[in-house]
Every structure is written in C-alpha cells, then in structure tokens.
C-alpha cells in the first residue's frame, strides 16, 4: 500500500461511512419540510443547542478527561454578551456571535488558568463552584448590567441588515444546524490532528503525555478555551432564539445535562453526541404526559445507563474502520 | 548464558568519549527519606549505560528527577552541556530525552500508530486553526507524521499491529510499542526503566540485540536493569546504587565481581552461609 | 460585643449542620473515592421525614412524646431511615457500577440525586413545606445578657455530640483505624484482612444517617424545606469536606465548622446576596493555594 493512501485511510477513519452521513445530513435539511408542526421544529431547534453544547463540553470532557461541571456557565457568558451589547448598544447579533465565542474564550482562559493543573475529582468541584458564581452573580446584578433574576429581554432577531432576517422557527432550525454543522467539521479535522491525538493522550495517561513531549497544562487549557467559545456560541444562539436570558437558564442541573450527553453518547464520540442530545432534549418531550415523573424517570435511566452501558450509547471508534464498528458495541467503558 | 547475545561490534562511532548526560550531587527526598544521595553521573554518547541496584536504591527516582518528572532537592543536571535542572518533561522531551517506564504507560485506548505518533507531537508545530482548516502546511506535517511513525513502528518489529489498541496487544509488544513511540520523537538520548522486565529470554535477547542495532544511528542509551545477562550483554559501563547512594561503577566485568556490589545484592558473605 | 457572639454561634449553627453532612460526602469519599452526589438529597429526605412524622403525624408523636421527645423521635426515624436508604443506593445504584470507572459512579450519583430529590417532590409536593412552631422548641433563654434560642444549643450540642463520638470512633479505635487505612489504600487495606464490606456498610449507614439528622435540624432551625435544598447545601457540605481536608474526617467536621463561620461572616461583613459567592471563591482559593486542605496530607503517586 503507498504511503498516501495508508495516510488517506487513517484521516477518512470517521468519513468512510459517506452514505450514511449523506443521509443523515438530508435528513436534516428536509426535516422541517417534512414536519409541518412549529412545535416540533422547535423541539429540533433546542435538540440543536443541547448537540451544540454537548460538542463543546465534548471537548473538555470527552476528548481530554477533564471533569467540567460548570460548562453552562460558559454559555451564560455567551448568551449575556449577546444580551447586553445587543439591547444596550444595538450591536447586530450576528455580529455577536463570535464576540460572544471570544468572550466565554477570554474567561475561560482567565478563570481557568490557576486552576487546570488540579486533579479530576478537584477541578470538577472547582468548576461546580466556577458555574455557582457566574449564575450567582448574574442574579445579584452587579454594576446593573444583568438585569438581575428576571434577566435581560428584547433581544433582536439575527439580521444581516434588512435583507434577510431569522425571525421564524424554520429559520432558526436552519441557523443553529448550520452552526453545529460547522463545528462539527471544525471537531473532526481536530480530532484528526496532533492537536486532538494530545488531548486524548492527555486523557489517557498525563505522566506518559507530558514526558511524550506534550505541555499538558497548555492542552488542558486550549481544550477549555476552545469549549468555552463553543459553549458561548450556543448559549448566543440560544439567546436569540428565547429574546430573553435568565440566570435560570444556567442552573447546575443544565451542566449536568450536558455531562450525562458526553457520557450517554460515548466520550470523544461526536456521533454519540448527537444521540446524547436527542435523549436529554427529546426525553422530556416524550414524557411530557407523566409531567411530574420525568425527570424521574430520567434519573431512573441514567442510573441504568451506568449500569448497562457504561461506554455510552456510540463508544468513539479508533483505527481502521470496520462495518461491525457502525453497528452499536457494547460497553465497557474506556476510561 | 552470557555467549547467547550476539558479542558487540566494536564500532568507529562509539569510540567518542563526549558526554551526554551528567549529573552533580543530585538528591532527592521524599519527607524524611533521601531517595536519590548526591548521585554522580556521567554517560557517554553513543554507549550504553546501565544503572543496576537492588530495589528501592533509588534508580527509576533518578530517572524521574532527570527527566523532570519530579523536582530535585539538590544538585544539578547537564544534557549536551546545557544545564536542564528543573525543566518540565515536556521540554526535556524537547531537548532530546525520551523514555520509557517501568511499569508500561502506554496510551491504551489509542492504536500503536498514535501512540507512536504522539511521539512526534513535539517535533511538528501546526497549531489549532492551521488544524481546523486543514491549511496544506498542516496535511503535509500530518503526513509526515504518520511516516515517521510507521517507520518506527516497522522498526521495533510491530507494523502488523498499526491500528490495534494498545490494551489489546501482548504484553512484550507493548513494551516495543513504548519504545517505539519514545524513538519517534528521534531523541539523542533513550532512557529506559527495566525494558526487558515481564520478557522471557528470547523476547529479552532480541530486544537487546534490537538496542545493538539502533545504537549505531548516533543514539545514546540508558538503561535500568535487573536481569544481569542484558546488563552485562549490552552495557559498555555499569553504576551501581543501593540505598540512593552510588556504590560501584566501571566496565560490566569490574563491577560483575566486585565485592561491594556483591554484598549490595546478596548481603554479607557469612549470611549466606547460615 | 453581643452581636458577635450571637452571629459566632449562628456561625456554629450553621457550621455543624454543614459538618454533620460534609461527615458523610468525607467518609465515602476518602473510601470509594466517590462523591456521593446523592448525599445532600439524603439529607432532605431526613428533613422531610422528620417533617412528615412531626407535623403530618402531630397528633401521634408530639402529644405522646412531647415536643422535646418528639424532636428526638423524629431524628431517630430520619436516622435509620436515611442510614436504610443510604445502604440501598449503594446496594443497588454504585456496587454494579464501580467496576466500570470513576465517570459512570459519578454519572450514576447524580441519577441517584435526581431520582431522590424528585421522589421528594412527588410525594411530598414542589411547593416548601414547613415546620410548625408548635412542634419546635421555641424558649429563649437568657444566658449573660444574651439572648439565645435553646433550640440552636440542643443543635449545638447535639451537633457536637455526635462529631465527638464520630471522632472518638474514627481516631480512638481499631476500626476506626480501618476505616482511615482504607481511605488511604483501599486494595491494600483489603489484603491486609480489613473487612472491606464491614467499613462500605458503615460509612454509607452512619454518612447518611447523620445527614439525615441534620435534615431534621434544619427543618427546626430554618422552618422551611423544599425537595431542592439538597444541592446548595450538599455542595457547601462537600466545599466543606476539601476545606478540611479529603478523606480526612476529622478534618470534615473543621471545614463544616470553619465554612459556617465564613459564610456568617460574609454575609454579615460582605453582602447575603454574595455569601454563597464568597464561599465558592473561598473552595476555588484553598483549591489552588492548599489543596490537600487544612488538616489533609499528600499522597504521592507512584510513577
């Protein structure tokens, strides 16, 4: 075999299997055309944050092993930077949404700078107590800006000036799964590169990484810059769709949510990603007759989940890519 | 036992006596014992050096030291002159030391050709964007990489085993992987901590004659060891520690029948007896 | 002079009852290595047992017992209920799980968290339940010019009480010096002929138990409960157990205590609407600067 072609076999590891992908990504195009209720497009819509979001603490979690308990404070930081430059200042939100990625981006760095070199256990407490005071001190309102626990509402819609305004839930299902489209290419090439092999080893063994030759404290943080402006971007998006941000929005319960989908799909999955948001996203729509059991329910699962399959629902696949590997493996999990 | 490794070539290159690695009264202590006392030590470039001593004399802590897994509490130490004291293992790497550990620490959920690849992490630059998008410096490194560590990979005698996960592969082969992803990082100095610990004797005589062989392309190494057939086999000179001290060093020969040495590994003479 | 003596004590108050439940998040953690996310939702399930047996079931218990007997009642029910409960979740939602890692455990306690915490609100309602006075030790005394309420002594007391024999257990006996070496080394413990299963029923009976007394603690002290109360106080009770130090039990109950004392500090001196802020900043602080905590130790890995 030349050597191109071998490299060519290893970089398409996760495009190989084209036709499904072709499938799933008409699948998503079409769907609204094929729905007509704006209930259930709205349901995608969020389906479409919660995968957002779940990719971007994928980065943290998933591909580098750190336990990060606090995301959705990053998408708070997101979501009021749209808030408050757009209804204070009028900036276009579109605009917004990379200020807002480079804004939970500049946080991260500096709130997670003395802080990355702790150990699992450790950091996940810190940033349970990290995404405690973003939430906290969006209530108490400081200096005015936040709007305090009744937020900030009358945010505009995305625009490109006046040709070509998002303003129907059709449209904003287009928007957030063009984004996540994005990013999902942008996580793949990443994963496909050195950049994404150091994470991973970082994951497996820090002692071996670091005497590898890779600054472990450098990756530990790019990691969490990179999942913080993803997480920022969502919680944008989420900002624009909703018109309104509360502090409500970011309680604890939410990074939970977005840990138990790296956890549901399978770390490192992207695929499993995606699975993982449909269920934390769809589940309550399921189980909205038996209102009061569902979130019972849903502990209920993620209890047997851990029992069952511990690996997640689409564990990542490494290596040459064999057709058992697409159908779904069972799990012992890989940590 | 001793004439089944192959005899040394007596090669042009080895005759250099320029050092590599040097280290001045290192010590090292953890609370109240001092692991690593005052440890002089000099290795040479393309020889092969061995550190020997029963357990707990402090050998792999010197390698942690070294290799700036841990601090030092005294002394300094010099690769190629230039002094490394206190640098992370992450720019030693870079300085070009490589090694591997005793108890294998390989990244078990990745394939053997990332694993290697990883190796070559330090020696490539593309950067996070260059990464997204997928800039032709960045497809090109990548490829690179990969060649590299095919390369290696082929060399330690594991290229069938490219895109198995490491957990999966046999214990022996996960040695040559370790070295292997240490080697595609083309340092100028190995250091390996008991390489051939958990090999049986084939496996332990043609990893041996494997270090004969990579030794010729301007690589130093240094090894701990236990099994006296692979010190005394390969090694072109032996430092002895007990207790973090250094008690012997000199020509495998020299140390083999020292009598301090001796008395280190077994105890007195007189014990032996009762 | 008055004031600050009375907002000390406040601070103890508040202190012991983080101490109480930082005792259970730092026993099963220094053993399992497992943060017992479920923990602070044990701790509301005793207040609401202890509110159930109290005000649902006033007739029975406080006009037999009265109301110091009922009180003592109710924290002997919300023990062993807690400590059964306790016993269960790791029976049923960790023992299967452990095998498969650390991420799965702490993914399966917070469904356990979930999974009690909306049992509450089921059964007991979303809306906050309330203690009535007429079930609460309500007499204050007059003690050097001060005016202290008797219900936050026997809180004290009791507080300290049971952090004394804890203490005693933990430092003073041969078990207890099981249960330190299996924080520090659980498979060697194993090896060297400690019941591994005699130390688990323990700490995740007595963790949960002592949880749920303060459960009914604070159902006397503060009045209103509500089924979400777990996770403030179970992340303040955990704040608490890397304050003293992780895995050091002794060291919970000096974190709970130093935790309360800050927190009324804080919120006296710097702002109630900031105080859980200032004590999450206090966590990220001694995190970084001391984070084997005030009485912990390091432990090396081998590399």
Redesign the interface.
């Known amino acids: 075999m030349n050597?191109?072609d071998?490299?060519n076999n290893?970089?398409n590891t996760n495009w190989k299997n084209r036709w499904f992908i072709v499938i799933v990504t008409l699948a998503f195009l079409f769907f609204p055309f094929i729905v007509k209720s704006n209930y259930i497009i709205d349901v995608a819509f969020f389906f479409g944050v919660y995968t957002l979001l779940g990719l971007s603490l994928n980065v943290v979690l998933g591909e580098v092993g750190l336990?990060d308990l606090g995301h959705m404070g990053f998408a708070a930081i997101g979501a009021y930077t749209t808030a408050i430059l757009n209804t204070s200042f009028g900036i276009p939100v579109l605009l917004l949404l990379p200020v807002s990625a480079i804004a939970a981006a500049i946080f991260a760095y500096l709130v997670c700078s003395?802080?990355i070199h702790?150990?699992?256990?450790?950091l996940?407490?810190?940033t349970?107590?990290?995404g405690?005071?973003i939430r906290?001190?969006l209530?108490?309102n400081p200096f005015g800006i936040t709007g305090g626990p009744n937020g900030i509402f009358g945010i505009c819609f995305p625009s490109v000036g006046n040709l070509f305004v998002i303003d129907s839930c059709i449209k904003y299902y287009y928007y957030i799964w063009i984004v996540v489209g994005l990013s999902v290419i942008?996580l793949i090439?990443?994963q496909?590169?050195?950049?994404?092999?150091?994470w991973?080893?970082i994951r497996?063994?820090v002692?071996?990484?670091?005497?590898?030759?890779?600054?472990?404290r450098h990756y530990k943080l790019?990691a969490f810059i990179?999942g913080a402006a993803l997480a920022g971007v969502g919680g944008s998006v989420y900002a624009t769709k909703l018109m309104v941000v509360s502090p409500e929005s970011f309680i604890?319960m939410e990074s939970?949510l977005l840990?138990?989908i790296v956890?549901i799909g399978g770390?490192g999955s992207i695929p499993g990603i995606f699975i993982g948001a449909a269920a934390i996203s769809l589940f309550p729509e399921i189980f909205r007759p038996f209102a009061?059991?569902r979130?019972?329910i849903?502990?209920?699962?993620?209890?047997l989940?851990?029992?069952f399959r511990?690996g997640g629902v689409w564990p990542r696949q490494?290596?040459?890519l064999q057709t058992e590997s697409m159908l779904i493996k069972a799990g012992?999990?890989?940590? | 036992m001793k004439g089944k490794i192959l005899e040394k070539e007596n090669n042009i290159d080895r005759f250099t006596d320029e050092v590599v690695l040097k280290t001045d009264k290192l010590t090292k202590r953890f609370g109240g014992l001092v692991a690593v006392d005052q440890i002089d030590l000099t290795v040479k470039k393309g020889k092969i050096s061995s550190i020997i001593g029963p357990n707990g004399a402090g050998k792999t802590t010197v390698f942690n030291v070294i290799t700036g897994i841990y601090q030092p509490d005294g002394g300094q130490y010099f690769f190629k002159g230039e002094k490394i004291s206190g640098l992370k293992p992450h720019q030693i790497l870079t300085k070009g030391i490589a090694r591997t550990f005793q108890n294998i620490r390989l990244f078990q959920n990745m394939t053997c050709l990332e694993n290697v690849m990883s190796g070559q992490h330090a020696r490539s630059q593309s950067g996070v964007w260059p990464s997204i998008f997928r800039f032709p410096f960045q497809t090109r490194e990548e490829r690179k990489i990969q060649e590299v560590a095919e390369g290696r990979l082929e060399q330690v005698g594991l290229g069938p085993y490219k895109y198995e996960l490491a957990k999966n592969i046999a214990y022996g082969n996960q040695r040559l992987l370790e070295i292997a992803r240490a080697l595609a990082s083309n340092p100028d100095l190995l250091i390996l901590d008991e390489p051939s610990s958990g090999l049986n004797d084939k496996e332990s005589e043609d990893l041996m004659n494997f270090l004969n062989e990579i030794i010729k392309k301007d690589l130093t190494i240094l090894l701990i060891e236990h099994d006296m057939n692979v010190v005394m086999g390969i090694s072109d000179w032996v430092t002895v520690m007990d207790e973090g001290k250094k008690i012997a060093e000199g020509k495998p020969e020299e140390v083999y029948s020292n009598p301090v040495v001796i008395e280190a590994y077994l105890g007195k003479e007189e014990e032996e007896d009762m | 002079m008055k004031l600050i003596i009375e907002q000390l004590l406040n601070g103890l108050t508040i202190g012991s009852f983080y101490a109480l439940i930082a005792l259970g998040y730092s026993m099963v953690y220094g053993v399992m290595k497992l943060i017992n996310f479920a923990h602070g939702d044990l701790f509301t399930l005793g207040s609401f047992v202890g509110y159930t047996l109290l005000v649902m079931g006033t007739a029975y218990v406080t006009s037999i017992f009265g109301i110091w007997g009922g009180m003592i009642a109710a924290m002997l029910v919300a023990a062993i209920i807690i400590g059964s409960m306790g016993l269960i979740v790791e029976r049923l939602a960790y023992r299967p799980i452990y095998p498969a890692g650390r991420l799965p455990a702490v993914v399966s306690a917070l469904g356990v968290s979930i999974i009690i915490q909306n049992s509450i609100m089921v059964i007991w309602g979303a809306r906050p339940q309330a203690y009535t006075s007429d079930v609460i030790p309500n007499y204050m005394l007059n003690i050097a010019g001060l005016r202290i309420n008797i219900l936050q002594i026997i809180i004290l007391l009791l507080s300290f009480l049971f952090m004394g024999i804890l203490y005693y257990i933990i430092q003073k006996t041969t078990f207890g010096a099981a249960i330190r070496a299996c924080a520090l080394d659980r498979e060697t413990a194993a090896l060297m002929g400690i019941n591994i299963n005699l130390i688990i029923f323990f700490i995740f009976a007595l963790g949960p138990a002592l949880g749920g007394t303060a459960g009914v603690m604070v159902g006397m002290y503060y009045r209103k409960i509500t089924f979400i109360m777990g996770w403030n106080y179970g992340l303040k009770a955990f704040t608490a157990t890397i304050l003293g130090g992780i895995g050091n039990i002794p060291g919970a109950m000096l974190g709970g205590l130093i935790l309360g004392m800050l927190e009324m500090l804080g919120s006296v001196y710097i702002s109630t609407a900031y105080k859980d802020v200032f004590v999450f900043l206090i966590l990220i602080l001694v995190l970084i600067f001391r984070p084997t905590g005030i009485l912990g130790e390091k432990v090396a890995e081998k590399v």
């Open positions: 050597k191109k071998s490299y290893n970089y336990f003395p802080i702790l150990r699992g256990d450790y996940c407490i810190v349970i107590g990290m405690e005071i906290l001190t209530i108490n942008a090439n990443l496909n590169s050195r950049i994404g092999r150091a991973n080893c497996e063994d002692i071996a990484a670091e005497a590898t030759g890779i600054d472990v790019l990179l604890f939970c840990f138990c956890l770390m009061q059991y979130m019972l849903f502990g209920v699962a993620m209890v989940m851990m029992m511990p490494r290596g040459k012992k999990s890989e940590i």
